[in-house]
T-cell receptor, first 111, second 116 residues
Framework: AQSVTQLDSQVPVFEEAPVELRCNYS??????LFWYVQYPNQGLQLLLK??????LVESINGFEAEFNKSQTSFHLRKPSVHISDTAEYFC?????????FGTGTRLQVFP | KAGVTQTPRYLIKTRGQQVTLSCSPI?????VSWYQQTPGQGLQFLFE???????NKGNFPGRFSGRQFSNSRSEMNVSTLELGDSALYLC???????????????FGPGTRLTVL
C-alpha cells in the first residue's frame, strides 16, 4: 500500500529565511504527488502538483517542489518565507481515485 | 463557479446520537469524496461517490455511511457517535469519469463535529 511520510511535524522559521518541508512516499508505480496547504479553520487548498514531465514544479506564491524518483521524495521549498505562509502543509499521493496524506507539517513563521 | 460547500460548518452532538453532514460539489462535478481529519490519525479517506454509487471506501466502521443524490450532492451519516468521531470532515469534488488517470479534487471548508 502506498504511504506518505512527513518527517517534521513542526518547522519554525524566521521571516525571509528559506524553508524546506520534507516528504517521502512509498510506491512502486507511477505517482501523482501533491502539496496542500491548510490555514486555520479552513479546508485544503492545492499548492502544487506533480503529474508528469518536469520534475520541478512551482506554485504561484513562490513555493516549489522537486520530484526525485530515486529518493522517493517530493520536498517543498521556498527561498524566503512570509508571515502569511504560517499554516499546515500536507503532502499527498493520489492512488485509485483517492488521496493518501502525510501527517502534516506545521510551518510557523516568526517576525 | 461556486466552490464546494459544506453544511453545517460546526456541529455539537453527544455520544450515541447520529449526525448527517451535507456536501454540495462544484457545478458539473460528479464525484464526491469524504475525508476525516483528526489530530491523532491525520487525514483519512472515508469514501467516494460517483453517479450515486459508492466507488471507493476507506477503512472505517459501518457506522459511517454516505449517499449521493442525482444532483451530485452528497451526505454522510455517522450513527451511534463516539468521542473519537470528533473531527473535521472534509468533502472534495472532482469531475471524474473524464477518462483521465487523475481527477483533481477540490475541497470544501469542512464541518467541525464535536462529540461530547
Amino acid at each position: 500500500a502506498q504511504s506518505v511520510t512527513q518527517l517534521d511535524s513542526q518547522v519554525p522559521v524566521f521571516e525571509e529565511a528559506p524553508v524546506e518541508l520534507r516528504c517521502n512516499y512509498s510506491s512502486s508505480v507511477s505517482v501523482y504527488l501533491f502539496w496542500y496547504v491548510q490555514y486555520p479553520n479552513q479546508g485544503l487548498q492545492l499548492l502544487l502538483k506533480y503529474l508528469s514531465g518536469s520534475t520541478l514544479v512551482e506554485s504561484i506564491n513562490g513555493f516549489e517542489a522537486e520530484f526525485n524518483k530515486s529518493q522517493t521524495s517530493f520536498h517543498l521549498r521556498k527561498p524566503s518565507v512570509h508571515i502569511s505562509d504560517t499554516a499546515e502543509y500536507f503532502c499527498a499521493v493520489y492512488n485509485t481515485d483517492k488521496l493518501i496524506f502525510g501527517t502534516g507539517t506545521r510551518l510557523q513563521v516568526f517576525p | 463557479k461556486a466552490g464546494v460547500t459544506q453544511t453545517p460548518r460546526y456541529l455539537i452532538k453527544t455520544r450515541g446520537q447520529q449526525v448527517t453532514l451535507s456536501c454540495s460539489p462544484i457545478s458539473g462535478h460528479r464525484s464526491v469524496s469524504w475525508y476525516q481529519q483528526t489530530p491523532g490519525q491525520g487525514l483519512q479517506f472515508l469514501f467516494e461517490y460517483f453517479s450515486e454509487t459508492q466507488r471507493n471506501k476507506g477503512n472505517f466502521p459501518g457506522r459511517f455511511s454516505g449517499r449521493q443524490f442525482s444532483n451530485s450532492r452528497s451526505e454522510m451519516n455517522v450513527s451511534t457517535l463516539e468521542l473519537g468521531d470528533s473531527a473535521l470532515y472534509l468533502c472534495a469534488s472532482s469531475l471524474r469519469g473524464s477518462g483521465a488517470s487523475y481527477n483533481e479534487q477540490f475541497f470544501g471548508p469542512g464541518t467541525r463535529l464535536t462529540v461530547l
